[in-house]
């Protein structure tokens, strides 16, 4: 009989007894991870009643790949984009929070005689809440759809980002063995540095590289391909001096701006949670129930400080932010937990060897408590807030309630800032570009042409030829390029107070050009021949080329934004394409008789046939409606559809396969296809550019320009609710709407 490797009976063991406690847990309706920890306590060395894992090493090594699989995953379902909706309520929230908690959470371990080190990591533990927990909650208790729940999604996805970046701040702290602000400093503009570099390349070339290569992938090319990609960079992250968590994650990232995003994570799901289950079963082999009840006290402390502490600082954090007082409890209570992220943390301490042994336990101790506290804490968030009213002065409830009415009053952005906001996208994006290059011409190009070229001077203009002939577009579009929008074209007509900021504007950032290209050209040649001869030929060289060098820019421009874009632009057409075609040859034969039930939710629910249209977009017909018993034959198009009605819908089985969604989507249902994010709270002002002055809102269309309604108008001191249609706006109108976002955008840019 061939001898069976250790690794396969441990994997088997681990597999069975993760499949044992899941079905267990699931059964009594309780997060799936705890049940992975509970089965790596059973196999692990510290519970003798069942067999036990015998290779830890390597299933420490499959550990280390669950993590990696774990970020990439959380990478694909994040997104740049969703980053800069998440919007400054959720942003300020999530920063007093983490703040507060990782700062008390460092001084309470040293309150309680740990090390630093111990400390900072029980700081960066406590940072995250766990979106697992959080949404099985909301589902449970029927809350997601409140606006509070939005606020803590938001606040959700700011934490994974900080916490991410804490990983690498504390993996260079525990490598360094110092904690210096100059060097933590440096730590933070490398990261950002390479961030920006990575997605910019990222976006550039991924998106290209999988469009061109579409007919050669098929599903298996697709998930290697990813998991390649996924690998490369955190080999890249680990060279650059980066966490092999930091470099899946942005390969996750990347890949979320892509056309292929959710193939990707359908395909990669499998493998996430097949290395992941490996991954928590092996964070519980390292319980030690002697550790947890030596370290009792510091268990319940840690587990007070979540709940309490997480309570405390998100409550104030929505409050500055200005959310009401009872939205700003309920967000509290509903963070007061340890996340996922606080077991990967922990077990980088230990692989580092930075932590000790106890922190583990005390971790999964509160992590256990705090997720079965969770559901209750929602749950009584309200009356807990009712209590507080109550509690509190009166006056003191009137003065929140007062801050939070006037953080509402946004005023409109000031052209000023547009303008500078644009100038300071062209600076950081190009010159992040430029400094790449240049340290690619410097650390490869260079030291190779002096190997292979004779003579040092030809080796040199040979590499200053090519690198700034790579980086000439970036150096036209950091010192010509200007902000293609309204606000500076009326900033440079106002030639009185505007002209003159905006001329030494665009001298200052030609100075910044120039002494970058002095910088450049400095390392290949001394720095007289620099100041003499190279700059101003290589200067000379871009003036003459500008109109060659600025078409080929807006080219490379052009592919990054099809690129960024491309994603939605796919979502949009797959949504067009799904429409019936009137046009289209079918065959009446082919069509049949299928009986729906119409849902008690349904979106449709109360219109005619005529507004919904159905025959007109997806060619099916409509042959009766059974309402109880009554029989309605062949309806007409004043006929309405009322919940639990019986519709005879005639059709092909391709028409039915398109409309048997749309026919059973709710309103909570399509709301979430048609991606929730994108339905928002807006103001706009009355000014000159939309010309709404004079109208009413029913003669202005905003209605129907933005698919949106407009609730409020703020006139000087005034506030009108719910207006009337015949209200007429006036100059300086603050109008609120809700509608989708790209039309009222567009709407403000008029």
């Known amino acids: 009989m061939g001898h069976l490797p250790k690794l396969i009976e441990d994997l088997a063991l681990i597999l069975v007894a993760g499949a044992i406690t899941t079905l267990i847990f699931k059964r009594i309706k309780q997060p799936l991870v705890l049940g992975y920890i509970i089965a790596g306590f059973l196999v692990g060395p510290f519970f003798s009643l069942t067999p036990t894992v015998a290779d830890t090493a390597n299933v420490k090594t499959l550990a280390e790949i669950g993590v990696i699989f774990l970020l990439f995953s959380l990478g694909l379902e994040f997104s740049f984009k969703k980053l800069m909706r998440v919007g400054g309520s959720a942003s300020i929230t999530a920063f007093v929070e983490i703040i507060f908690i990782t700062t008390t959470g460092y001084f309470v371990g040293q309150w309680m005689g740990w090390s630093t080190m111990d400390s900072l990591f029980l700081g960066g533990m406590l940072a995250s809440s766990s979106t697992t927990i959080i949404i ?149 082999m390292l319980i030690d129930p002697q550790t947890i009840m030596e370290y009792k006290w510091p268990v319940l402390l840690v587990t007070v400080l979540t709940l309490f502490g997480k309570f405390f600082s998100t409550t104030l954090g929505a409050l500055l932010s200005g959310q009401p007082l009872k939205q700003s409890v309920q967000v509290g209570m509903s963070m007061a937990q340890i996340g996922e992220f606080a077991f990967i943390i922990a077990t980088l301490g230990l692989t580092l060897g930075v932590t000790s042994d106890f922190l583990f336990p005390v971790a999964v101790g509160a992590s256990a408590i705090t997720t079965f506290t969770t559901p209750y804490m929602i749950k009584f968030s309200g009356p807990f807030h009712d209590f507080i009213v109550k509690m509190l002065p009166a006056k003191w409830v009137r003065a929140l309630n007062n801050y939070s009415s ?159 874009n491309a994603r939605e632009a796919a979502a949009e057409e797959e949504t067009a394409s799904k429409r019936f075609n009137p046009q289209s040859d079918l065959s009446p034969w082919d069509a049949h008789m299928v009986d729906l039930e119409v849902k008690q939710q349904a979106e449709y629910a109360g219109k005619t046939l005529v507004e919904l249209a159905w025959r007109e977009k997806y060619g099916i017909n409509i042959a009766y409606i059974k309402r109880g018993d009554k029989l309605i034959y062949a309806p007409g198009r004043n006929n309405k559809l009322l919940p639990f009605d019986h519709v005879g819908i005639l059709s092909t089985d391709d028409q039915m396969q398109v409309f048997k969604p749309i026919f059973d989507a709710t309103e909570d249902i399509q709301l979430e296809e048609n991606n929730i994010e994108d339905v928002i709270l807006q103001r706009i002002v009355v000014d000159e550019h939309n010309k709404l002055k004079g109208l009413t809102i029913r003669d202005s269309g905003i209605r129907e320009r933005t698919n949106g309604l407009i609730v409020g108008i703020e006139r000087k001191e005034d506030r009108i609710l719910n207006p009337n249609s015949t209200t007429v706006f006036e100059w300086g109108d603050i109008v609120w709407i809700v509608g989708e976002r790209k039309k009222i955008q567009k709407l403000n840019e008029a």
Not at 461 to 468: F, K, M
Not at 470 to 493: C, D, H, I, S, V
């Open 136 to 284: 099985r909650a909301f589902d449970e208790l029927g809350v997601k759809t409140k606006q509070y729940a939005r606020i803590v999604f938001g606040v959700l996805v700011v934490e994974d980002i900080v916490v991410i970046l804490l990983m690498v701040l504390l993996s260079t702290v525990a490598v360094t063995k110092q904690f210096e602000g100059s060097e933590m400093l440096f730590t933070v503009v490398k990261l950002l540095f390479f961030l920006i570099l990575w997605f910019i390349a990222g976006i550039f070339l991924l998106p290209t590289f999988l469009k061109r290569a579409k007919a050669l992938i098929d599903e298996e090319t697709l998930l290697i391909i990813s998991i390649g990609l996924c690998l490369g960079m955190v080999v890249v992250a680990t060279q650059v001096g980066f966490s092999a968590e930091l470099g899946a994650f942005i390969m996750g990232s990347i890949m979320a701006e892509t056309t292929s995003a959710e193939k990707v994570e359908h395909l990669i799901k499998p493998v996430k949670d097949l290395f992941g289950a490996v991954f928590f079963v092996s964070v519980g």
């Open 406 to 564: 006037s953080t509402q009053n946004i005023q409109a952005e000031s052209n000023w800032k547009v303008v500078m906001k644009s100038y300071l996208n062209i600076a950081i994006t190009n010159g992040i570009v430029l400094l790449a290059l240049m340290l690619l011409s410097l650390k490869f190009l260079v030291p190779f042409l002096n190997e292979n070229v004779e003579g040092s001077i030809l080796a040199s203009i040979i590499g200053l030829v090519i690198s700034l002939g790579l980086g000439a577009p970036f150096l036209w579009a950091l010192m010509a390029k200007r902000p293609a929008n309204l606000a500076y074209k009326e900033l440079w007509l106002d030639k009185q107070y505007s002209r003159g900021p905006l001329l030494a504007l665009e001298i200052f950032r030609n100075v910044i050009g120039v002494l970058l290209i002095g910088f450049w050209v400095d390392r290949l040649f001394s720095t007289k021949v620099a100041i003499l001869v190279a700059v101003p030929v290589t200067i000379v060289v871009l003036i003459l080329f500008s109109k060659r060098i600025q078409k080929f820019y807006q080219r490379l421009e052009g592919r990054f934004i099809s690129n960024l």
